[in-house]
């Protein structure tokens, strides 16, 4: 079973090529949404949250506003959030996989958007890096509800820059061209990997 890692930085589109890559019959596994339902439904990890993060469990779930607004101002808190959550999603993926291979799929995908920070490039046979002029990414991420330009610079820093993500990538898929364009780009990508 082929691995395709999918990553991208903030605003880029990686969501919109995972419905994508779905739509084409390749299973994505959405590493983002993996935390967002620990963090509802995982009660050792909001445990371990809360003793950590004070004040950011309410009604038994993780606040991710609270507590994004704590990791975006000290970084070395950002580092704690994710020695809990990375294992976690680790084992998630690996689930998944197995998951996949029991039922005979021949590609699947990682959405994983720190995937070149973490390592989990070196777990993939194939990677996508979905990009987009810088210019659309501001607006698509500026446009985004409670978001505000020092939390976007904050979250970009904390990101490898799109440049070098596109160095390291198999593949590369433009989003500023369209929704046409990216499918069409999708669909020419595998079929050169299957």
């Known amino acids: 079973m082929k691995i ?4 991208g930085s903030i605003g880029m589109g990686k969501s919109t ?3 994508m890559l779905e739509r084409c019959g390749i299973r994505v596994h ?3 949404q993996a935390v967002h339902d620990m963090f509802v439904y995982d009660r050792e990890l909001i445990d ?3 003793q950590e993060f004070p004040n950011v469990v309410t009604s038994g779930r993780v606040d991710r506003k609270a507590l994004g607004k704590i990791v975006f101002k000290q970084p070395h808190k950002r580092h704690i959030l994710e020695a809990l959550t990375h294992p976690r999603v680790r084992q998630s993926q690996m689930q998944f996989l197995s998951d996949m291979r029991q039922l005979g799929y021949k590609a699947v995908a990682l959405d994983i ?3 070149f ?3 989990a490039d070196l777990r993939c046979d194939i990677v996508l890096v979905v990009s987009a002029p810088a ?3 501001r607006r698509r991420v500026l446009s985004r509800p409670g978001m505000t330009r020092a939390k976007f610079h904050n979250i970009l820093t904390s990101q490898m820059p799109d440049h070098e993500k596109r160095q390291r990538a198999d593949f590369v898929i433009e989003t500023g061209l369209g929704f046409a364009h990216s499918l069409n780009a999708v669909r020419h990508i595998l079929r050169e990997i299957h």
């Not at 395709?4 to 990553?7: A, N, Q, R, Y």
């Open 48 to 50: 371990q949250i809360d």
């Open 17 to 19: 090529i995972g419905g």
């Open 4 to 7: 395709i890692g999918l990553t």
């Open 30 to 32: 959405d590493s983002d």
């Open 135 to 137: 210019h659309i990414q």
């Open 117 to 119: 920070e973490t390592g």
């Open 113 to 115: 958007p720190l995937l």
